[in-house]
C-alpha cells in the first residue's frame, strides 16, 4: 500500500525476531531479557527517579507560565470533544484496565506480602501501601504522559508538523529527521506500543478468562485465553475501524459510566467510612512525602533497593514504555484546548480518581485481609479482585460489572493502540486506512496468542521495559525541543501583536 512507511517493514522484522526467539526458546529468552531488565534497573533506577521528578516540575512550571496560554492549534481551534468525554479518553487509553487489575492486588500486597518499608499487617503498612499506590499511578506518570503529549500535539496542531515522535525533534536535528534517524526513532516508538499492547492483551485475557471462571466455572487455560483475545480481537477492530468520533468516544464513555458503577457499589457495599478516612489520609501522607518519595533510592539498604527495583523502577520503566502510544493517544484527541488547560486537565483528573480508585479498592481488599473473612494475600494477582467480592454482598452483580468493565477497557485500550500504530505507519496520518489498522490489529493479538501459548508474556513483558531506556532519552531530547519551539512561538506571537 501506498501510504505505508518503511517503519512499518522495519518494525515488522524486529517483531518477528523477537516473538521467532520467544516461541522457539521461551525459558532462554525469559532468562536473557530478566538478566538486562535486571542491570537496567539496579543501573540505571537513579536515573529514572531523577527523569520521572523533573517531568512533573517541568509540568508544573509551563502551566505557570505564559507558554500556557498557547492553544494546541490554530487561535480559532476549539476543542474536538467534551471534557467528561476527554477525560473518559484519558483514563482508558493509559491505565484503566491496569487500575481494575491491580486495584485491589497492589495496595494488599504492599500491606500483608512485600510492605516498603513497614512491617507487614501493620497500620503503618496500611497507609504506606495507599501512599506508594498513589505514587506509582499519580503525578509522576501523568505528567511524564502530559509532557510527550505536549510535544506531540504542539508540533502537529500548532506547527503542521506530521504526528510522529521523530517530527518532534526537528527543532534540534532539522531535516536528519526525515531519513534514517527520523525511522529509527519512530521504529522503537511503534515497537513498544506493539509490544506493550500485545503484553496488555494477554494478561487482560488471563484476568477475564479468571473472571468467567469465578462466575461460570469456565477453565483456566490456553484455549479459553485464545477465544477471549479473538472475541475482543473483532471487537476492537471494529470500534477502530469506525473512527475516534464514534466507536472510541462511545467506548471511553462506556468505560467512565461502568468504572463509576463497579466504584459506588464498591464504596457503598464496602467499609464506606474507613474507605474515605483512608483516602483523605493517604493523599494528604502522598503530598507531604511528595520529594521524599521521588528521589528514595535507598543506597544503603540492600532489601528496600530490591522493593525499589520491583515496584517503583519497574513501574517507571513500563509508563516510559508506554510513553509513545499513550502519549500520541492524547495528543490526538486534545486539539484545541490550551496546554495550561491540557497540562492540568491531564494532571489533576487522572491522578485523583485513580487514588480514590485504589483507596476504594486497596481499603475493601485490605479490610478484609485484616478482619480474616478471606486470606486475599494467598489469591493471584487476576484473582484478587473476584476474591474479594466473593465476601462482599451481591458478590455476582460486583463480579458481572467487573468483567464487562475490564472487556471494555481491553478493547479501548486496544483499538487506541490500533489507531496509533496506523498512524505511525502511514507517516503521521491523521485518519490511517482501515486496512492498516485491520493489519496491526491483528498483529497484537497473534504476538498476545504466541506468546501466552508459551507462557511468553514475562519475557515480553522485559523486553518492553528494556526499550524503556533508549526511548527516556528520546523523551530528553523531545522536551529540549518542545522549550525551544516554545519559545520561538512566544516570539512569533508578540510579533503578531
Known sequence: MRKISNVFYI???LIILAVGYGALAPESFEAVTTTIKDFVASTFGWYYMVLMSFMVALSVFIILSPYGKIRLGKD???????????????????????????????PLSHYAVDPATADPNTAAAFKEGLRYSFFHWGFHVWAMYAIVA???????????????????????????????????VDVLAVFATTFGVATSLGFGAVQINAGLNYLFGVEIGFLPQLVIIAVVTVLFVSSAWSGLSRGIKYLSNTNLVLAVVLLLFVLILGPTLLILNM?????GGYLANFIEMSFRTAPLNEGNRE???????????WWIAWAPFVSMFIA??????????????????????GAFWLSTFGTTAVNIQRTGARDLAKSSTELTVFEMFSVMPWPWVLSIIAVLLIASFFITSADSATFVLGMQSTYGSLTPPNAVKLGWGAIQSTIAVILL???????????????????SFIILLMVFSLLKGLKAEMLLMKRRK
Open 453 to 471: 501459548s508459551v507462557n511468553g508474556l514475562t519475557a515480553l513483558q522485559n523486553t518492553i521495559i528494556i526499550a524503556a531506556l533508549p526511548f
Open 150 to 184: 505536549l510535544s506531540l500535539a504542539f508540533f502537529q496542531f500548532r506547527k503542521g508538523e506530521p504526528g510522529l515522535i521523530s517530527a518532534t525533534l526537528k527543532p534540534i536535528f532539522g531535516k536528519k529527521m526525515e531519513g534514517p534517524w527520523g525511522i529509527l
Open 307 to 317: 522493593w525499589l527495583n520491583g515496584w517503583t523502577i519497574f513501574y517507571w520503566s
Open 279 to 283: 483516602f483523605t489520609d493517604s493523599f
Open 11 to 13: 518494525t515488522m522484522a
Open 332 to 353: 490526538r484527541v486534545s486539539k484545541g484546548r490550551t496546554i495550561r488547560e491540557f497540562l492540568i486537565g491531564v494532571l489533576l483528573a487522572p491522578t485523583i480518581l
Open 76 to 106: 480559532s481551534d476549539r476543542p474536538q470533544f467534551s471534557t467528561v468525554t476527554w477525560i473518559a479518553m484519558l483514563f482508558s487509553a493509559g491505565m484503566g484496565i491496569g487500575l481494575v487489575f491491580y486495584g485491589a492486588a497492589e
